[in-house]
Structures are given as C-alpha cells and as structure tokens.
C-alpha cells in the first residue's frame, strides 16, 4: 500500500496537469502502479532501496513540469495585457465619441423654444452620422485587431503547455518504469536518479503594436 500510496500522492500533489493531458497520464501511471504493487508485494526488501532513489526524481520531474506550465501561462497572461494596454487609446476615443454624441442630443432637450428645439435636434443628428460613421470604423478594426491577436496568443499558450504535459508524462511514465524495474529485481539504481529531460522554453510573442 506505501507503493501506490506514493505514487497517487506524487501525481495528485501537483495541481498543474491539463485536463487533456489526465486520461493519459492516468493510463500509463495506471499500468505502472499496477505492477509496481505487484513487484512490491514480490520483493518488499527491495522498497527501501529503490524508492528514496526515484522518490527524488519523480518530484523533481514534477517541479519542473509544474514551473514550465505555470510560465506558459504567465507568458500568455502578460500577453493579454499587453494587448490590453495597446488598445487603450483607442478604448478611450471610442467612448469620448460615444459621450459626446449623447451630450449633443442631451443639450437639445432642454431648449424650450420648439423651432431652436428641432433645429437642435436636426443639427445634433446630422453631424452624429458622421461620429457615429468614425466610431464604428474604430470599433471594428480595432475589434479585429485584438480577435487576432487573442487568437495568437490562445494557440501559442496551448502549444505551450501541450508541449510542457507531453514532455512530462514522458519523463515521468520512464521515471516509474524504472522503478518497477528496481523493485522487480532488477539492477540497483544509482547513489542519484537525476533525470536530463529538458522542458521546452515557452514561447516569447513578439511585440506588436496597433
């Protein structure tokens, strides 16, 4: 029971494993647990040899894994913010444009006299066609602007981190495996398991600017 005990807690521990990456993480460690209760129940003198050896690998496979993630997401987070910060001009425009077009028509309805009155309101209305014209055309390209690059950047993340779960589950399916080796009978491990697997860099998006 410490065998498996370990190993759900190693996994579990780290809350950073993508919900697409689980059905298989969960398979392959599945089989591994399986047979490394069986090795355990087989050879129990070998527990105390293998397991403090690939304890140490496995959880530094899973710091790893889980800083390598977390920095996709904080790339694509500073990201957003940067897009955010880049449209914040235009943000503005936008919503002066908006105001002063409801002013126009707000300064109309107080005037009492009916002939200055609709005079108002026709004067209001017609140069509110072309700031409307002017604030629709900046909205959307704008709009389009930040659709675009919020799709780059979603991609990016999502390559990123898929990138980030591949390269862990494959460190940490062979980290087990040996372990069930070790504990099968096979050769002793090492004084030190220090595993050389290199995660990928997470993508630096270039600057843009609108």
């Known amino acids: 029971m410490w065998a498996i005990t370990f190993i759900v807690l190693a996994v579990a521990s780290q809350g950073a494993l993508s919900f697409n990456a689980l059905p298989l993480a969960h ?22 040899l293998c397991f403090p050896i690939y304890s140490q690998g496995i959880a530094e496979a899973n710091e790893r894994y889980e800083e390598t993630y977390n920095e996709c997401l904080d790339i694509a987070l500073n990201a957003e913010k940067t897009v955010e910060s880049e449209v914040a001009k235009d943000r503005s425009n936008v919503y002066q444009q908006g105001e002063d077009i409801c002013s126009s028509f707000q300064g109309c ?39 675009l690059r919020y799709q780059t950047i979603e991609y990016d993340k999502n390559y990123c981190t898929n990138k980030s779960t591949d390269t862990y589950i494959k460190e940490s399916t062979n980290l087990y495996s040996q372990l069930e080796q070790c504990l099968a009978g096979g050769a002793p491990p090492p004084s030190t398991t220090t595993s050389t697997t290199t995660f990928p860099t997470p993508p630096q998006p270039e600057s843009e600017f609108h």
């Open 27 to 48: 398979r392959q460690l599945a089989n591994i647990m399986l047979k490394t209760s069986v090795s355990m129940n087989e050879h129990p003198e070998r527990n105390v």
């Open 109 to 147: 309805s107080k005037i009492e006299s009916s002939a200055d009155y609709f005079q108002c309101y026709h004067n209001a209305a017609g140069s509110s066609l072309t700031n409307s014209l002017e604030m629709q055309t900046l909205a959307k390209s704008t709009m389009q602007y930040i659709q």
